[in-house]
């Protein structure tokens, strides 16, 4: 979660707040920036695979600093908007729980992805939530708090949600150890989250001081997780890519359209419809590549590598395209 797309109502008769102007910057250079740096890791972690597979035992501590800086951004309202909205988050986590996952399953059936592409494409769709799709939300004019509370939902519940989608949905492509998942998103998502929200409320003023620089340590160590993924199946890469590049493309494509279909057909407003399109059309692709690389191989977190570059990439068109168009729910 990034603190600069927290919400804030400015009526449109007001002049603009400079504060939310320079956090409206600060995002747009986030997800510009951020792609940027995932292409380099990718690319640098291919020519230079020997110096990026010994850290691959690092993957989920990396993963734990990304999930402690979103606790980090965590505040009381967050969890108060799934109390006011409750419907609206539901029908956000079903559909990102069921959107996802059974597409990305039906894109592996459809490509005859084989066994260990197959297992990380689906284990990307049963991710929870992006870390950066409250950002995209915020870019595309949407409802931010619903985003943020879908996100928060999504993340603490996957501890649970997550390996039981796998195992459904994977077990017949290869075993999977959904007890040993459960314990690893504990150990590497949700113990981080609740120590970072901790943190900000016991560190306010300390907390307050690091808040800018949150966005940027995360897209560092995202970006690191992809370059050690990728020098893992670097040897692999040139003759899978094609096919996981395109298996990625679909998956993201029906996440955003789909999680926009949700919302209109839940019969929410449009700036609801637009945060449901980034809440189930990006994952937290830097789970998946942890419990890839962890339960599986290195092929297996290759789909969730391509993603973290592809969902950035897309989720920053659309968004744009999106801020665009006028907020009606005819047209929005």
Not at 24 to 35: D, E, L, N, S, W
Not at 89 to 106: D, K, N, Q, R
Not at 177 to 203: C, E, N, Q, S, Y
């Amino acid at each position: 979660m990034l603190e600069a797309t927290k919400p804030q109502n400015t009526p449109p008769e007001t002049p603009v707040n400079p504060a939310l102007a320079a956090e409206a910057k600060i995002a747009r250079v986030a997800v510009t920036v951020f792609p940027l740096l995932v292409v380099a890791a990718g690319i640098v972690g291919f020519l230079l695979p020997g110096a990026f597979k010994p850290l691959a035992p690092s993957v989920p501590y990396l993963l734990g600093i990304i999930m402690f800086c979103m606790g980090l951004t965590l505040t009381p309202p967050d969890f108060a908007a799934v109390a006011k909205r409750p419907w609206a988050v539901a029908l956000g986590i079903l559909a990102h729980y069921v959107i996802m996952p059974g597409a990305g399953w039906v894109i592996a059936m459809g490509l005859n992805l084989e066994p260990e592409l197959a297992v990380g494409l689906i284990l990307v769709g049963c991710a929870p939530s992006g870390t950066a799709s409250n950002v995209m939300a915020f870019l595309a004019k949407g409802d931010v708090a619903l985003s943020v509370a879908v996100a928060t939902v999504s993340t603490l519940i996957a501890p649970i949600v997550t390996p039981l989608l796998v195992l459904f949905l994977a077990g017949s492509y290869l075993q999977i150890d959904a007890a040993g998942m459960v314990l690893d998103i504990a150990k590497t998502v949700l113990l981080p989250v609740v120590a970072g929200l901790l943190a900000r409320l016991f560190l306010k003023k300390l907390v307050a001081k690091v808040l800018p620089a949150l966005p940027w340590a995360s897209a560092v160590v995202i970006s690191l997780i992809v370059a050690i993924v990728v020098a893992g199946s670097a040897s692999k890469i040139v003759a899978a890519g094609g096919i996981v590049f395109l298996a990625v493309v679909l998956h993201n494509g029906f996440g955003l359209g789909l999680g926009y279909l949700a919302g209109k057909i839940g019969r929410l407003d449009s700036k609801a419809r637009r945060a449901l399109a980034f809440e189930v059309g990006m994952q937290n692709s830097g789970l998946a590549a942890t419990l890839a690389t962890t339960h599986f191989s290195p092929l297996a977190a290759l789909p969730s590598a391509v993603f973290s570059l592809w969902h950035n990439i897309s989720g920053a068109i659309v968004a744009a395209w999106l801020a665009r168009r006028p907020l009606g729910d005819a047209k929005g």
